[in-house]
């Protein structure tokens, strides 16, 4: 029964996973084509399925806690270990989800990564492509009294009608 808990609970955690997988794929292909409007959507899509894990992670601990218990094992016993001692009796299913459930969470890590990067990139492009043209507004070229082009920082001044 707890076995069965168990692989029920890698199932839907699996399914979480891929579903924000896709997601990822999606959002780094939007970064690409800078569609800020799909990105948006994305983000959206992304905090509601890490929401739905969150929610989930406390009963697939349940579950594996369960398990552990009914082996005999120590509490703080990781899953892989767990499929390990189960794979030894012979219960080879558990083994290969938690193989699957552990090569589906890294390529989320590098989807992630990756679309951190490219994020960050971009955000350092924007931010160098404001400040030249934060550079370039407050200069002004001034054709001077030598005939050639002058370069000025522009400022702003401020008339007291008083004076």
């Known amino acids: 029964m707890e ?5 029920e609970a890698i199932a839907i955690q699996s399914g979480l996973l891929s579903e924000l997988l896709q997601v990822l794929e999606r959002e780094t292909n939007e970064m690409g084509a800078v569609n800020i409007n799909a990105m948006s959507l994305s983000n959206l899509t992304k905090e509601e399925l890490t929401a739905r894990i969150s929610a989930h992670t406390p009963l ?6 369960a398990l552990t218990a009914r082996e005999g094992l120590p509490a703080s016993t990781s899953l892989g270990k767990l499929a390990e001692h189960i794979a030894k009796k012979g219960g080879r299913e558990l083994r290969i989800q938690q193989q699957q459930l552990l090569g589906l969470a890294e390529r989320v890590r590098r989807a992630t990564s990756l679309n951190r990067e490219i994020a960050e990139r971009f955000t350092s492009m924007v931010a160098d ?4 043209m934060t550079r370039l507004i407050n200069q002004s070229n001034v054709y001077g009294a030598s005939g050639g082009y002058l370069q000025r920082s522009a400022t702003a001044v401020m008339i007291n009608r008083e004076a």
């Open 3 to 7: 076995l069965k808990r168990v692989i």
């Open 129 to 132: 492509s404001l400040s030249l």
């Open 60 to 65: 697939f601990q349940q579950a594996v806690s």
